[in-house]
C-alpha cells in the first residue's frame, strides 16, 4: 500500500497502456499499425475533451515511447522524461523461467489463451518465490516497490495533471498498491488492461484513490470496438 501522499496539491495521474505491440513477432517491444492508431486516437480523445498535461511521461521500452510520443504530437507538448521506474517486468524471463521449471507446459498450441494462462500462472509463481528465476532477475518485491518509488518522484514534480504511458504490470501494480490489493489481486488486474486503456488516481495531501479503471473511451465506437486489443 502506498503511503500518505505528501502532495501539496490535487494530483490527477493518468496511467495508460502503449497501443498494441507485435504478439508473435521476433521483436515484441515494437507498436502494431493498430497500435499506433490505437495512440493517435487517444491524443485525439484528450483533445476532444481538453484534457491538458504538464507532464508527460513513459517507460523506456520502444512500445511505451512510442505511445508517448502519439501524445505528446497531439496535446503540442514536450515528453518530459522516459523512467525506466515505468518500464514493464520481463514477462519473457518469467515466462520462460515457468516453462523450463515446469516442462511439458509448452507443447500445447501457442494461441493467445495459452500464452495468457501461462503468464499468470508464471506471475504467481513469481510472485510467491516459487519461481527459480536467475540472480540477476528482478523479483516481484523489488518490481512493486520499483513501481512505488516511480510514483513518488511523479509526484515529487508538483504536477496538477501528468499521463504516463506505461504497461499492464505496472498499471495492475500501481492500481494495487492504491487500493491496497495482494499479489494474487495484482495479477488478476494485469492480464484484464487493454491497450491504450486509461486509469486514473487521484493523489491529494493524504490519501490515493482510484477514480478509473481500464476505460478505452476512445474505442467505445460501434466502427472502433473491433479494434479494442489485449496485447
Known amino acids: 500500500m502506498l503511503e500518505k501522499a505528501g502532495a501539496v496539491v490535487m494530483t490527477e495521474i ?23 492508431l490505437q495512440a493517435r486516437w487517444l491524443g485525439q480523445w484528450f483533445n476532444e475533451q481538453e484534457l491538458q498535461f504538464d507532464g508527460l511521461y513513459s517507460g523506456q521500452l520502444q512500445r511505451q ?5 502519439a501524445l505528446s504530437q497531439a496535446q503540442g507538448q514536450p515528453v518530459t522524461a522516459h523512467m525506466s521506474e515505468f518500464d514493464e517486468f520481463d514477462f519473457m524471463q518469467v515466462v520462460g523461467a515457468f516453462l523450463k521449471q515446469y516442462p511439458g507446459q509448452d507443447q500445447q498450441e501457442q494461441t493467445p489463451r495459452f500464452w495468457f494462462k501461462t503468464l499468470r500462472k508464471s506471475m504467481q509463481a513469481w510472485s510467491t518465490g516459487e519461481l527459480q528465476v536467475p540472480d540477476t532477475a528482478e523479483s516481484w518485491h523489488t518490481f512493486v516497490q520499483r513501481v512505488k518509488e516511480g510514483l513518488n518522484q511523479l509526484l515529487s514534480q508538483g504536477h496538477k495533471r501528468v499521463v504516463v504511458a506505461t504497461s499492464g504490470g505496472v498499471i495492475a501494480c500501481a492500481t494495487g498498491l492504491t487500493l491496497g490489493l495482494g499479489a494474487d489481486n495484482i495479477i488478476k488486474l494485469n492480464l484484464q488492461i487493454q491497450n491504450t486503456s486509461v486509469t486514473r488516481l487521484i493523489v491529494n495531501p493524504h490519501s490515493w484513490s482510484l477514480h478509473s479503471f481500464n476505460s478505452v473511451p476512445h474505442l467505445s465506437s460501434r466502427e472502433r470496438a473491433p479494434h479494442i486489443t489485449y496485447a
Open 65 to 69: 515511447i512510442h505511445t508517448l510520443n
Open 14 to 36: 493518468y496511467l495508460v497502456r502503449h497501443g498494441q505491440a507485435s504478439f508473435g513477432q521476433d521483436n515484441y517491444d515494437v507498436l502494431s499499425e493498430l497500435g499506433k
